[in-house]
Every structure is written in structure tokens, then in C-alpha cells.
């Protein structure tokens, strides 16, 4: 579908109800499949090409939704709620489309806003872990190319993609490191196994490498050295806003199911449910609290990005770790309180279980988001 640039800026309810059919006759359709196969959602990132959703963050001169982060976080979030593979697809797509938005060529955009260009990032290194910001990987001229070396040790829908918004050492410059658009089938790209991971097994996270990979001199985003300004100033706030997203979407979906599951399962010889016992409705309410409590800061947030306010970056720090964390709690809580039948997935909260540890570990980490909270607080520089 072409998506007109004269049509009008969407709101966020206009922009959920054109998301909403696609998560209920599709995404619902194939998260099960997605993630029991490991199988790539194809399905799904089709039909948000269909809608224009993959277009969100690209600007409507480019025929995009010309939209922001924080309708990205919410469109990720609803997303998360059935699936969260496809959840992280799309939040990796719109960084890296937020980026091709500031600093990529016009048709690129055009292709992202047409649906027909998925993206990805491709930051963490073998090297460097996940100390994404400090790239070890090279970037050297040859005639009017440039040589990309690499081991990068997870890409989210590698293979999968058109391109990936890539980072190296600078070329010539000073700084910590420089952006490349790289496309997916560039020769000497090469992406190394199937991705076999605890949960989101339908992200196709696996390791590429580039041996004597070549791009035009053109497919810098952004200044020689100015990648560190990009990751920081527009991949962090996105990543953040969406990983947050997606953990607030499986908490969502876990307290949700877990509820309906212990207010239904009955106990015949007590004639009583589940959810007549005080320790699990404690429980329930623990899920519930942490939950809303996540959902609060999040969405403070969105309005600390939305106005600008002082203290967006202390948010965007926190918000992820916040999330994250609260994943693991209230993941951990809905396998109690559903019991063996959760453990045998009877109930759903088991992938999603799986699904929320990942949060907590994917750079920036919880660990790492507490260091440079407590630098922020304490007003010592972050690097
Ligand atoms: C599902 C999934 C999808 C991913 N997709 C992508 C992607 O699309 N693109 C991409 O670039 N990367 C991606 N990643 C990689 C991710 O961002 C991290 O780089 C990766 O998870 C780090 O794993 P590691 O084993 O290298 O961690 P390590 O760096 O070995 O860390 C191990 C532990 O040490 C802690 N630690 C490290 N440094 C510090 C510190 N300074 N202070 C305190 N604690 C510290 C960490 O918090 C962690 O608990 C993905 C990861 C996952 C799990």
C-alpha cells in the first residue's frame, strides 16, 4: 500500500485501532507458531508493512506516519501483548529507522514508508559485548568503498531484513565509533547460524559477520565519528521507550492471563477456585501493582519526551530497567500462581515468561542502566 503524504497526522487512539485488527487476525493467529517453531514472523511484519506501520517513524515527506518515539513505544507495547518476538522485531526496526530518518538517503525512507524495508540494528560485538557503545569492528577506505571487518554477535531479524543500520570504528575521525547502512545481502555480509534462544524465538537474533564486506562511501549515516551523538541521542530514547514497551505489554498479558486463570480453575473437592485463596490473590495483586507501577513511569516518560522536560534522559535510563525488571518479578509470579499448569503452558504465560528474561540482559542492561543512574544522580559524567 502507498501511503499518501498528504494524509493527515494520525492520533494515538487513530494509530492503536489501525494496529488493533492486525494484532487480533494476525499476530494472535501465529505467536504460538512463532515462537514453538522459532519461525521468523512474517506474517506479522507483512501486515504492518500493509498498514503503513512500519513506516511510523519516517517522515512524511517520505511518505511515513511521520510519528515519534512515543507512539512507537505504545505500538510496540500493544504488539508485545500477543507476541513478543514480533514485539522486538518492530522496536529494533523503529531505531533503526529513526536513524535512516535523521541521517539516510530518500529512497530508503520511501522503501520503509511503502512497508517493502524492514531494519535492524547491528551495534553488539563479539569484542565489545554488550558494551554497544565502543565498537572494536573496522571501517577502512578502499578507492571510493569502504571495507567493513565484523563480529557482531546479535542482530534481531538477521537475514531477515533489507538493511541494517551498522556501527564501526571511525573511518578517519576521532570518537568512539561511526554508522553505516548496510544492506542485508551485501557481499561478504554473512549471518552466522539459526537463532535458538530461551524466549523471543521468533526474533531471529543471531551473530553476522562481514569479512572484506564493501559499502559506497555513501552509506555513512551521520559524520565520521558521529555514532556515539546517534546511538545516544536518537537510538537510546527509542530503544529504551520500546524495550519498556515490550516489557509492560508480556506484564500486561501474564497478569491478564494469570487472573482469568485462577478466577476460572476450580478445586472439586473444596468446591472453591483458585482465586478464593488469600497467597494467591496477594499474589495477584503484587502482579497487578508492579504492572500499573511500571505503567507509570513509562507513560511519565513519554511526557518527559514529548515536552522535553529536564529530566528525559534520567527517565530514559530508568524507564528500561524499571520495565525489565518488573518483567522478571511479575513473569516469575504468574508461573506461581498458575501452578504446574503453567509450567505445561497450559495457561500462555510460560513463553512469555521466557519471552520477559530477555529485557533485563539486552544492552543497555539493568546492570549497566544502574551504573549510569547512579552516576546521573551523583553528577559524575556516564562515560
Ligand atoms: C533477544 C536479544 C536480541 C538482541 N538483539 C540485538 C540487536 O538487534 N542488535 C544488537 O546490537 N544487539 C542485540 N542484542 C544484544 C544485546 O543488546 C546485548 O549486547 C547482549 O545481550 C549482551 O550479552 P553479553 O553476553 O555480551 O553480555 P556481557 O557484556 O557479557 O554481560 C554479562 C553481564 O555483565 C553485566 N555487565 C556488563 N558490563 C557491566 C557494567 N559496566 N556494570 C555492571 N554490570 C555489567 C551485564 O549487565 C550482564 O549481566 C540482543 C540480545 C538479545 C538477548
Not at 502507498?2 to 494509530?15: A, C, G, N, V
Not at 514485539?87 to 529513526?98: N, R, S
Not at 536513524?99 to 524495508?117: K, M, P, S, W, Y
Not at 535492524?120 to 571510493?144: I, K, M, N, Q, Y
Request: proline share 4%; with cysteine; net charge negative.
Amino acid at each position: 500500500m502507498s501511503i499518501k503524504t498528504s494524509e493527515p497526522r494520525l492520533t494515538l487512539p487513530q494509530l492503536l485501532a489501525r494496529l488493533e485488527p492486525i494484532v487480533t487476525e494476525v499476530i494472535d493467529l501465529h505467536a504460538e507458531a512463532v515462537d514453538r517453531e522459532a519461525r521468523f514472523p512474517v506474517e506479522t511484519i507483512a501486515a504492518l508493512g500493509k498498514a503503513g506501520l512500519l513506516g511510523l517513524v519516517t517522515p512524511a515527506e517520505h511518505g511515513g506516519l511521520g510519528l515519534g518515539v512515543v507512539e512507537a513505544a505504545q505500538v510496540v507495547h500493544r504488539i508485545a501483548q500477543s507476541c513478543g518476538s514480533s514485539g522486538m522485531v518492530v522496536c529494533m526496526h523503529y531505531c533503526a529507522a529513526l536513524v535512516l530518518a535523521a541521517t539516510g538517503d530518500a529512497e530508503t525512507n520511501q522503501a520503509i514508508a511503502r512497508g517493502e524495508h524492514l531494519s535492524t540494528l547491528a551495534f553488539s560485538e563479539v569484542g565489545s559485548r554488550s558494551h554497544f557503545w565502543a565498537p572494536v569492528s573496522t571501517a577502512t577506505a578502499e578507492g571510493d568503498a569502504v571495507r567493513l571487518d565484523a563480529q557482531k554477535s546479535w542482530v534481531t531479524s538477521a537475514g531477515r531484513t533489507a538493511s541494517m543500520v551498522w556501527s564501526s570504528r571511525p573511518l578517519a575521525a576521532d570518537g568512539a565509533s561511526t554508522l553505516w547502512l548496510v544492506p542485508s545481502g551485501a557481499p561478504g555480509v554473512r549471518v552466522v547460524g539459526n537463532y535458538d534462544g530461551l524466549g523471543l524465538r521468533g526474533n531471529a537474533s543471531s551473530p553476522v559477520v562481514a569479512e572484506g564486506a564493501l559499502v559506497p562511501a555513501s552509506a555513512r549515516l551521520g559524520p565520521d565519528g558521529g555514532g556515539f551523538d546517534l546511538m545516544m541521542g536518537v537510538v537510546l530514547p527509542c530503544f529504551n521507550a520500546c524495550s519498556a514497551g515490550v516489557s509492560l505489554g508480556l506484564m500486561e498479558a501474564i497478569s491478564a492471563r494469570s487472573a482469568a486463570w485462577c478466577a476460572g480453575v476450580r478445586y472439586a473437592h473444596l468446591g472453591s477456585a483458585l482465586a478464593d485463596l488469600p497467597t494467591i490473590r496477594a499474589y495477584l495483586a503484587k502482579m497487578r501493582i508492579q504492572t500499573d507501577m511500571t505503567r507509570g513511569l513509562w507513560l511519565d516518560t513519554h511526557q518527559a519526551l514529548s515536552e522535553g522536560r529536564p529530566d528525559t534522559m534520567l527517565r530514559v535510563l530508568e524507564v528500561k530497567a524499571a520495565a525489565g525488571e518488573s518483567a522478571l518479578t511479575v513473569a516469575s509470579l504468574g508461573m506461581r500462581v498458575c501452578g504446574g499448569a503453567a509450567y505445561r503452558r497450559e495457561v500462555g504465560v510460560e513463553r512469555m515468561f521466557r519471552d520477559a528474561q530477555a529485557a533485563s540482559v539486552m544492552a543497555p542492561t539493568t546492570d549497566v542502566l544502574y551504573d549510569f543512574i547512579g552516576k546521573a544522580v551523583t553528577g559524575l559524567p556516564l562515560f
